[in-house]
């Protein structure tokens, strides 16, 4: 992808302002509206099963995300997932912590198979277990995989009918009409704070909204996040002050910044 292509995208997000809603981890929720804010669109976070329905009817994207889940919200997940089938809008499944338990597997089972999932996003290790390999995640830490990427992401994206993100060092992202990106942007500092993660699927969630082939948009999302993540890593002087600069060089992002840094290939 060219940084003009790139950056048409995030034109879209910025004049569009989808509504993102989320069912989310508790743990880095505040973190993953405000992504979403400062890209310019609307997050809504509401997780009552008597409400997520109504709201995702109101959304152009839906993310739902596991990491801090519970019987009673999968059953909200699932209630919104269905919602957002017959809206015809995007569902984001990040998979946090998949591999790290039985029952963190078994609710991803139900997801996967109560709503059509149209991006699976995880870490290597917690795509690879939803994939079927033998993989234990360490919390929600990514383990190594003995298998290529390239081939656990494809295959799950074909035998899902989905596209298929797998964040880290390389993103990699396959969709089930055989296209593959890879993108190389970001910033070690990322993975030193708790959120960038489950802050990625928002990304995702949000230009999906606004674009409908989903690979280019996850492809054009993360490389945006990540390059902002160069900037505020040259800028800082530790963790607190990365995440706050982060925010601030997403929401003032330009053409120019992209420049030269996009590494998608």
Known sequence: MQT????????KVRTQKPLVHHITN????YDCANIVKVFGASPVMAHAPEEVA?????????????????????ASMKLAGKAANTKGIPVVLDVCGAGATPFRDKMCEELLE???????????????????????????????VEK??????????????????ITGKEDIIADNRGNLYRVNNGHEMMAGIVGTGCM???VVGTFSAVEADYARAAAAGL????IAAELAAGKTSGAGSFKELL??????????????RIRIA
């Open 4 to 11: 003009t292509e790139v950056y048409e995208i995030l034109k």
């Open 26 to 29: 508790w743990v880095t929720i």
């Open 54 to 74: 109504d709201m995702t009817a109101l959304a152009s994207g839906l993310v739902l995300n596991i990491g801090t889940l519970t019987k009673e919200i999968i």
């Open 114 to 144: 109560s709503v059509k999932v149209d991006i699976i996003k995880g870490n290597s290790s917690e795509v690879a277990r939803v994939a079927g390999e033998s993989v234990q995640t360490k919390g929600v830490d990514a383990v190594d």
């Open 148 to 165: 290529s990427l390239i081939h656990v992401a494809g295959e799950l994206a074909q035998r899902k009918n989905c596209t298929v993100v």
């Open 200 to 202: 990625a699927a928002s």
């Open 223 to 226: 490389s945006c996040y990540e």
């Open 247 to 260: 925010f601030d060089f997403v929401s003032g992002l330009k053409q120019d910044d992209l420049e030269n």
